[in-house]
């Protein structure tokens, strides 16, 4: 079985500022994605971005970046220029290569950005 | 495009009884799978339907049920409910299909109170 293991449960940023989630998962499969999901106040949880394993380069989308590290199996998720919209509790997640949509989640990080 | 659509938002039930949720997902999207969110668990999945065939199941016990009609839309059902079973069961859907994971939409869940 798979674990996922998020060890900061609350963190704080200013606006503009950067910042860094981490992650470390465990499993003994080869092939898998990770995921990081944004869940905002009272509202819907959506994808923020997700990293295939077989991929070396770390995936990027806008202000939102990973340091993805097999062998470490550390995910950690880099937000720059940190927005108040970016307040949410995000989780990171792992998918085995096969069993779509059933995702094995952290138990996420409340993060809040300030002014 | 509407999203993914959960009914009723909110429900309150008593020890013993059973309840019916439902999900219709985005148009086009064949998979649903729910998920059960609380402060002491997490995240955990529940099980996954793609075109009206359970795909994917979690470990929960046989109270939780599920099914996928030809729309695709989807119903879990949870008998004789425990007040374990409070709890936001959130929804998703996707393409469900290709190698690769399509990415997962979520619902705004729906919070259900046992008294």
């Known amino acids: 079985a798979q674990t996922v293991t998020q060890s900061q449960p609350e963190m704080s940023v200013q606006e503009a500022e950067t910042v860094t989630l981490s992650c470390t998962y465990d499993t003994s499969e080869n092939n898998y994605y990770l995921f990081w999901y944004k869940q905002p106040p009272s509202r819907q949880m959506i994808l923020v971005i997700r990293?295939?394993?077989?991929?070396?380069q770390n995936a990027t989308e806008n202000r939102f970046s990973v340091n993805f590290q097999k062998a470490a199996k550390s995910f950690s998720l880099k937000i720059s220029d940190s927005q108040l919209g970016d307040t949410a509790m995000y989780f990171c997640?792992?998918?085995?290569?096969?069993?779509?949509?059933?995702?094995?989640f952290g138990t996420g990080t409340r993060l809040q950005v300030t002014l | 495009k509407a999203g993914v659509t959960q009914t009723p938002r909110y429900l309150i039930k008593t020890r013993g009884q059973q309840v019916t949720l439902s999900c219709s997902p985005i148009s086009g999207h064949r998979s649903v799978s729910w998920y059960q969110q609380t402060p002491g668990q997490g995240l955990q999945f529940l099980f996954e339907y793609f075109s009206e065939t359970q795909r994917n199941k979690g470990n929960f016990p046989g109270r939780f049920s599920g099914r996928q009609f030809s729309n695709s839309r989807s119903e879990m059902n949870v008998s004789t409910l425990e007040l374990g079973d409070s709890a936001l069961y959130l929804c998703?859907?996707?393409?469900?299909?290709?190698?690769?994971?399509?990415?997962?939409?979520f619902g705004e869940g729906s919070r259900l109170t046992v008294l």
């Open positions: 997640a792992f998918m085995k290569t096969g069993t779509a949509s059933k995702l094995t």
């Open positions: 998703a859907s996707s393409s469900g299909t290709g190698g690769a994971p399509g990415e997962l939409f």
């Open positions: 990293q295939e394993a077989y991929k070396q």
